[in-house]
């Protein structure tokens, strides 16, 4: 079992590696459930998961992105992160697909 | 040099007071003189390094400009550099303009910023924790509207709110509006078509033929040549939703129901007072046999015959009516005598009758025909009883409802504000009562809003803190003048699932402790802000935040 690992390991399509926190990666259901170890995955035994639809630079803001969240969860007025705009489509369609916190509207 | 400075700055402070008093003597003995002086401030200014500095030249003196060095002659007029210098008059304009502008951006971007926040606090939007990415995107994008080329393939929920956002933001134009016509959609829905003209209308059938949910709010400019277009291009259209299209003739009406006929199985029509008649209604009843839901608010010309017409669609589910003409109540009864039973939504707004006689006989009716409904709004009559409203929700066949909206039943009179004394009109204290005994266990969301006749007694006993109400979301007690703290604490602790209560005009609810995740809006005297977010987490959600921890997820902070 290496599920309690601190740190897991989030690969884009295009190679690059992102190592963060477990807790921030798991706000995504996606990534929580391809951890989990009752569904026994190979991820859950490396910590690493490959989005392979998700390019390096889409896959960065999303881990800044994971960190903005988990930091800001309990606090109140929010400031809005800085996501550059041609960046958002993209980011959008990423989103909806790791679900969780990032996804649903307000 | 760093421990000589203290002395030499005593020796220059008591210099520069020295200074000041002479200058204040100045001052008073030569006021006009000062005046043309100006911008000159080295005796009212405590800055000591202002005392390094050589003597300020007065005006018609030359000197040497702090920033560009070029020699110009000194004005009344010469503005101040930055560290304490004269400058020459290009330079003078510069910083000044640079100033204003400085000024200008920081200051409208901090009242942005807050009014932003507030309306999205009365939204119900930001509660506490980070917002959404998706949320967040699409913003950015509605800001950024004018540079969007194409949206590529997006799912069908996140092109619905791109269109909202873009709707809020004032961003749907012609060109921006493009984007959200993609061939291989199904349903277009512009909620702020206000800016799009009649051509535009015609790209939505020309790029997406296959459509068929149309939904457009404020198409001012849809027209009987659209309709047209609509007929002969989008063969698949089966649910129709336009909000203020007064352009748009009887006879073209007329003729969409004909080519629609059977497939059409929503329609829904609001604000529309040039044409829609009462043939034009009964026109759709003949020609779309099918209909499912239906919805016709504020269509000037639609009485009587529209509702005896609306009575013979059996298959109907859905059904939303406001009209602005009086309609006999015994019509009304007629109608959910006939279309009642398959309801699952009834909605009768604003029905009120001159003649004030009290009588329940459509509440009676709703009572016997109507054994499915999952939504629930009568609102504004003023001739129903509280009894009317026991005797509908008592031994009711009809499950529980899920929204009920009963607001602004009451006898209005201003000379007799407390209503008729032998009976009460509207929902009371016994009406309250029987609502919530008949559907509390899977009431989502009611409005009870100028609802003036329930007693603090009842909202004490159905509110207790005992009793639990499970589903309950939201509960809008505007204007109900009774409702005061214990109230508003008794709704915390009874419905575990509130997200929102509503209190406008409730001026008994003061100092009262808001939980977390549930926001308070409009308690007038509870304290300075209008909204109040929980913060507290009270020892009754201690219980459910162990319960979902256990499940392994956080606790998500409530989104509106």
Redesign the interface.
Known sequence: MASDTKYVTLVSGDGYEFKILRSAACLSKTIKNSLDPTYGFRENEENRVVLKDINGVILEK?CE?LY??EK???????P??D?P?EL??E???A??YLDG?????? | MAAERPRKRKRDQDEAIAKIKKGKEAKKKSAKKKKKHGSDDSDSDFDIMDLYKKAKKLPGQLENCELCEKRFTVTAYSKAGPNGGLLCTPCGKAMTKEAKATEKASKPVQRKGRRKLESNRLDGFTSRGARTLQQLCIEKLAKHAEDIDEFGEMPEAIMNRLSEIFSKKRAMNPTTFKLFLQPDREEVSIQESAYLETEDFDQIFAIVPGIKKLALRNCCQFKDVNVDYMIEKAKKLSDIQLLGANLVSDDKWTELFIARGPDLKSFKVEWLDAAFTDEVVQALVTFCPNLERLKLERCKHLGVEAIDAIARLENLQHLTLRFCKEVPRERLVNLIGNVGPNLETLCLENFVESDCEPTDVILEAIHTSCTNLSKFRFTENNVCTDEGYVNLFTDWSNPPLRYIDVNSTRDVDNANPDGPEEYTIGVGSAGFDAIMKHSGSNLQCINISSCRHIDHETFANIFDGEKQYPSLQEINLSFCPVVDTQVIAGIFRSCPKIQKVITFGCFEVKEVVVPRGVVLIGAPKAQDAIEQFGDVVMDFQKELQAEMAKAGGRIVPVRG
Do not use: H, M, R, T
């Not at chain 1, 800001?72 to 929010?78: G, H, I, P």
């Open positions: 999303i992105y903005y969240n800001y969860a309990d606090s109140k007025d929010v809005d992160p996501l705009p958002c489509l980011l959008l369609i989103a909806d916190e990032l996804a649903s509207f307000g």
